[in-house]
């Protein structure tokens, strides 16, 4: 039986607003507010339950999330109209807050492919990987040429032939940040443990050459590694046709891997929130906090990233942080954040989204303390840039600006091999070769969106569902789906266009 649930909810004694967990009209009453509303109020958004002076701190999660513009009566709707940024300036503390983990009761193990350097992969793809723009339409006509030519039916352990294409690789500085992130990004994905094999593709007189990529990233352990030039091969059809020559022979390299049992120290997850809403720091991030505190008990490894959507919570992260040194990162990655937006005229403020705000956030530092709550209260053991391998287990940090699919692509380049993803608005997307586990955050998006959706955790509101049941949930999901089950992104073909490297540094 369904329970007789709240209007609203209070996230924490100190605040000074609820949260709507309906639609409600001009005039209703709600428990715990002496006035009726003064106006309707969304589902997902916030209500005064004091009066808030003008420049007065507005508080949700116990945590400042701006100031009022104006002054503000209980019974008012709190948003774009009467709150601002302002008020977030906290003394940061280092290490205050390191609590290990309890050791779980049990061991558990998912089936997954084990690869020469000791990693294991969740799925056994062959990766097209381009160098540049220019290799990126013959990249997948050779997938293209692979899929109806139906030769690797015959491997039924390949899951597929994956074009990796991208805007970049040319047009660029050969020795500056830009090219070394580039580097990093596309070095990664051939480390990718969810690639069996990769063919390194490039038109010949770009900036980031193959000879680099092949020389100083040193590619892969297994030695299943191809490289090739379009201008070298005699152009675009003498290159298909030895592409995928070369993807046949890699093909039967990677068939003779099965699935074989595995520790979860070899589980590595990128957290991920797109098109987040009111209910995104109540429900699924908290609930995906859960999911990450299970796994970094039982030695595996999560990573929280979107630095520019940490703004204005980076304190409890460094409180979390085991040394000084890597609280102290956090705090670097932010003072570069606000001196690489102002150099470009933007401002860390530039977020949330239009969709965001429909939903009920309404500054950065609101949405960022919900983001926060994806990585639960597992202590920060490393900070790393974005596209940099991740080598300590444990909850870390990898820097990557909020867009979610270049950060995806940082995640996966550091080595994550299955993906968490949150949304309250409706985010759709996949990131081949790893699967993404999509988590909505409340029952009416998932209702509209079940086909995309691959839990519901609007059932913590509407069915008084608890977060550890949830996280639970999630936790068991993400053994099913790395040792093969699908996800919903998987089989509506998701995953060959979100490949973003971080473009940096100027476009010559």
């Known amino acids: 039986m369904t329970p007789d649930l709240p209007q609203t909810i209070r996230l924490n004694p100190k605040d000074n607003v609820i949260i709507a967990l309906k639609d409600l009209g001009a005039g209703a009453t709600v428990p715990g507010l002496d006035v009726p509303l003064a106006g309707p109020v969304a589902r997902g958004h916030k209500i005064a339950t004091h009066p808030v002076a003008a420049g007065e701190k507005v508080i949700r999660y116990g945590q400042t999330i701006g100031v009022a513009s104006r002054a503000i009566v209980p019974g008012e709707h709190v948003h774009v109209h009467n709150l601002s940024m302002g008020g977030h300036a906290e003394a940061q503390e280092f290490s205050t807050e390191v609590r290990p983990l309890p050791a779980p009761a049990e061991t558990r193990h998912f089936m997954g492919y084990h690869r020469a350097d000791g990693s294991v992969g969740t799925r056994n793809y062959l990766g097209i990987l381009t160098s540049v723009n220019c290799s990126g339409s013959v990249a997948r006509f050779m997938a293209e040429a692979v899929e109806k030519q139906g030769w690797l039916d015959e491997f039924e352990n390949v899951d597929g032939v994956v074009p990796i294409v991208h805007g970049s690789g040319c047009g660029m500085s050969g020795s500056d940040e830009g090219y070394d992130t580039l580097f990093r990004t596309l070095q990664g994905y051939a480390r990718n443990p969810n690639f069996a094999g990769i063919l390194l593709l490039g ?296 490949f973003v490297p971080w473009q940096m540094g100027a476009v010559m």
């Open 203 to 498: 038109l010949g007189c770009e900036v980031m050459q193959v000879p680099d990529l092949v020389g100083r990233g040193r590619m892969r352990a297994d030695g299943n590694v191809r490289y090739m030039t379009i201008q070298q091969s005699g152009g675009t059809r003498r290159t298909i046709e030895r592409g995928v020559e070369h993807l046949k022979e890699m093909a039967a390299k990677a068939n003779l891997v099965g699935r074989a049992p595995a520790g979860l120290e070899h589980l590595m997850v990128g957290l991920q929130c797109g098109g987040s809403d009111g209910y995104s720091g109540i429900t699924a991030n908290p609930a995906l906090g859960v999911a990450s505190d299970l796994l970094v008990a039982h030695g595996g490894t999560t990573i929280l990233s979107e630095t520019s959507e940490i703004y204005g919570a980076e304190h409890l992260l460094t409180r979390r942080a085991v040394t000084p040194e890597v609280g102290a990162k956090i705090v670097e990655r932010i003072h570069w954040w606000e001196e690489y937006t102002a150099r470009n005229g933007g401002e860390m403020d530039n977020n949330p989204s239009p969709g965001n705000k429909k939903g009920g956030l309404t500054t950065i530092l609101e949405k960022s303390l919900g983001a926060v709550a994806k990585g639960g209260s597992a202590p920060l053991t490393q900070v790393y840039k974005f596209a940099e391998p991740v080598t300590e287990r444990g909850f870390v940090f990898m820097d990557s600006p909020g867009y979610d699919p270049c950060s995806v692509t940082g995640q996966i380049a550091s080595g994550a091999n299955l993906i968490a993803f949150t949304t309250g608005r409706g985010s759709v997307s996949g990131y081949k070769p790893t699967p993404c586990i999509k988590l909505a955050t409340n029952s009416e998006m998932y209702g509209r969106m079940s086909e995309d959706m691959d839990i519901n955790c609007g059932d913590i509101v509407s069915e008084g569902v608890s977060l550890e049941a949830k996280g639970r949930e999630i936790f068991e999901l993400f053994l099913r789906i790395a040792s093969g089950e699908k996800t919903r992104s998987e089989e509506l073909g998701f995953g060959g266009a979100e």
